[in-house]
């Protein structure tokens, strides 16, 4: 149960609540120990049209395929990394 209210059900990625609550210890630790962070938000162009014309369906596989391919082949280790959207 806490793993699903904090995460998202179709990407598995932390949900909102997750990363507000990840991103607030991690401003904390960094202003107490003078270090820097980055917050980068993505969003994708017109992904309505993709539901429009091909279906949540389809729409559901390309955020899943982003998330994916993001998690793999992108991220770090320490990165966090999670869906805000989607509720």
Known sequence: MQHQSMH?????????????SQ????FKL?????????LLVMDMNDFKNINDTLGHQAGDFVLFRVADQIRNNVLREADIFARY???
């Not at 998202?8 to 507000?20: E, Q, S, V, W, Y």
């Not at 991103?23 to 991690?26: A, F, N, P, T």
């Not at 960094?30 to 980055?38: D, G, H, K």
């Open 85 to 87: 959207g989607g509720e």
């Open 8 to 20: 998202d059900a179709l990407t598995g990625l932390p949900n909102k609540k997750h990363l507000l």
């Open 30 to 38: 960094t202003e107490r120990q003078n270090l820097f962070c980055s």
């Open 23 to 26: 991103s607030e210890q991690l």
